[in-house]
């Protein structure tokens, strides 16, 4: 899978999302948005599919270097994808039954 990145902006300010996408030839198979709000930067209503964990692993590399120096990522994770954003450094901050507030601290 190769990954691509998009932006989304109002006039010439600085995005307010950036898209990550993760492609195989012509078919997505995962994004992960990402919204500048204040000093974090915000993952959440990702998608993956069945079996990509290896592309979304790279689109939260791309995530973490893109905003890890100026921003604190935090994201809105599925439960089944915690141990992934846990090997990239993430910790869990609060728990619900099917999701978990995870942030990336230095």
Known sequence: ATTEI???????????????IATNGKHVVGFLPVERRGKE???????????????????LVDA???FDADKTLVAVVQVEHQAIFEKHGFTVEKAWKL????????
């Open 41 to 59: 930067a915000i993952i959440n209503n990702y998608y993956i599919g069945k079996d990509q964990e290896e592309a979304f692993a790279l689109l």
């Open 6 to 20: 998009y932006t989304l902006s109002l006039h010439d300010a600085l995005p307010i999302f950036i898209w990550f």
């Open 64 to 66: 973490i270097a893109a």
């Open 99 to 106: 999701y978990v507030k995870m942030r990336r601290d230095e």
